[in-house]
């Protein structure tokens, strides 16, 4: 392998796996970090972890052992792949982390760039926009798990680590990628938060980036890196899953919610609410058989709005909340995939570490493009097709499209 990917959560992975893949760059997905070496022909090698949310420490241990495997196979250059929302609380983990990596890394100066202008998100002045608002303005300050309340890049970065921030504007992008490295090898010791508000901006960071030990950033940041490595964008093959299938959505996103109560309207559905999980109020046994006789793949979702799902964790705990419906959605989708289910809509990136989780996979092989940032996937070495979504991605007819591409591969 030549590039390696420490990615913090599954739905972040298979997001900058599609990115690689597009760009031509054999690709592999892995849940966890592998315990033995891969004889594997891929170039590039994303490691699967749920570390978004967890302890400073336990984080920072997960993402050097990622980091360290992935040496093993070989890989000169490391990114760490992070939310285009730069999801995080002021404790981490997002500078703990980059900082961790830098240091076993030997590296001194960090690019760091959230930006995803195909998913409407872009950094300028420092600052990071969601479509034309700002991210503590865009729906964000909302999430249960990581409120972001501070748009600001840069003040972020410096609560969560004892690193200077440094800043690369706009002005100094547009001249290119040689304007770009040259700014950045100024800023020693320094995390070097870069604009970026198009497509031409990514391909002339990711040229910046070649011959870095470590970039921080979104999906966005891998555009121009597999040309580094010479690598050109390749047509790509799908066999599809033509089983029964169901959406799974944990999501409480605005785009999420706005897809489950499209998808209500053409398919049968379930919601689970957080006090009869809790409560031990459901039965396993009763959703699964409940889901195997539909003749259109249901809908199973825990996608209340923000008011209901802090209610909830004000009752029985954040974390017990939290806990409890990820338990759930992993249940349920390994009792699923043992019935024969074939395909499995996942939105949300917790929920999707669950999915994962519960479905046993260890590499996931990365198929075409769904949605900007989710690709169809499929669980190797079995015949289950997988769609991660975060929350924020996606049309309102994404829940549909995804079941046909992972049928169809169209």
Known sequence: MKL???ADDFTGASDIALTLSEAGMPTKQFVGVPETTIADRSE???VSLKTRTVAVDDAVQQSLAACDWLLAQGCSQIVFKICSTFDSTDDGNIGPVTAALAKRLGERSVIVCPAFPENGRMVFQGHLFVGDRLLNESGMQNHPLTPMKDPDIRRVLARQTSWQIAHVPHQTVSRGAAAIASHIETASDR????????YGDLIA???????????????????GLPQNFGFTPQSQEWAGAGGKAVVLS???SVATRGQVERYRQ???SREIKIEDVVEKRLSLQELVEWTVKQDVAPLIYSSADPSSVKASQEAFGKEVSS???ETLFANLAAALSNTGVERIVVAGGETSGAVVSGVAATTLEVGPRIAAGVPALKVGGRPLALALKSGNFGGPDFFEKALSVLETGA
């Open 250 to 252: 944990g999501s409480c």
């Open 4 to 6: 390696g990917v420490v």
């Open 205 to 223: 960071i990711g040229a910046a980036a070649k011959g870095r030990r470590l970039v921080t950033g979104g999906s966005g940041i891998a555009l």
């Open 44 to 46: 590039a090698g994303v």
């Open 191 to 198: 995390m070097v938060v870069i604009d970026a508000i198009d």
């Open 266 to 268: 053409v398919a049968p």
């Open 323 to 325: 806990e409890a419906i």
